[in-house]
């Protein structure tokens, strides 16, 4: 999942950065209000770790402005605030989930993933597609009995697939996923491509039909049309 960590405290934000990604997730940080904000209107989340109070602005105004996002991220909100008061009103914001500080790493990243498969998932543990099985907790994917030996960005690229059937990905929209504000340090697209190739053989080797289909002029669609 490609998640946005708003934290002020640097520390924190670089632990959970490290800790998340280190489960497959691609993490960014946003330190303040303007630097969040800023990230929320260029780029897509699927899950956004909010601090609601930043020295540069209130973080409930940014859940605010998620909830116009189509689809909106999950949202779980991480605060030194234990009232109730304050709980109930980012859920009535929108907020998915509420855990205060402080906490234990392992903590964020159950809350992260039960959060991704209702969100993401519809609440299951296990992503079906035809005769692919998708395992997001494990990173694994089969194929009838065959398991392909897949690299984090083949996994990833498949689950993203999946989890957009029948929709026209763009290249910028697959790199974003993939690379999160790394995505200009490719240069070009050409990664994608090879990305790509190499799961539509994997797939395929392992006996699964071939799903990935190029629009030309646009990107690629996950379809069995």
């Known amino acids: 999942m490609k998640i946005l960590i708003v934290e002020d405290e640097q520390s924190l934000a670089d632990d959970l950065v490290t800790y998340l990604a280190s ?3 691609i993490c960014e ?3 303040d209000y303007f630097t969040a904000e800023d990230k929320l209107a260029a780029f897509h989340y699927d899950i956004v770790l909010l601090d609601i109070n930043l020295p540069d602005g ?3 105004q940014l859940l605010h402005q998620m909830r116009e996002h189509e689809p909106p991220p999950g949202v779980l909100i991480i605060s030194a605030r234990d009232s109730l008061d304050d709980k ?6 929108g907020a998915d989930d509420y855990l205060t500080k402080p906490f234990h790493l392992a903590e964020v990243n159950a809350r992260v993933k039960a959060l991704g498969r209702r969100r993401l998932f519809g609440g299951k543990t296990e ?4 005769e692919i099985s998708i395992d997001p907790e494990s990173g694994t994917a089969r194929i ?4 392909p030996e897949l690299t984090r960005k083949e996994f990833a690229l498949l689950q993203y697939f999946v989890t957009n059937q029948n929709r026209v990905m763009t290249k910028e929209a697959i790199a974003e996923h993939l690379w999160g504000d790394y ?3 490719a240069g070009n697209f050409d990664f994608i491509y090879t990305h790509i190739k190499n799961l539509r053989r994997k797939l395929t080797d392992a006996g699964a039909n071939d799903y990935i289909r190029t629009v030309y002029g646009m990107g690629y669609k996950w379809s069995d049309e």
Request: no cysteine.
């Open 88 to 93: 109930l009103k980012g859920l009535d914001l």
């Open 23 to 25: 489960e497959g997730n």
């Open 58 to 60: 209130n973080g409930l």
């Open 183 to 185: 995505m200009e340090m």
């Open 144 to 147: 009838n009995e065959q398991q």
């Open 127 to 130: 992503i079906r597609y035809n």
């Open 29 to 31: 940080p946003a330190y």
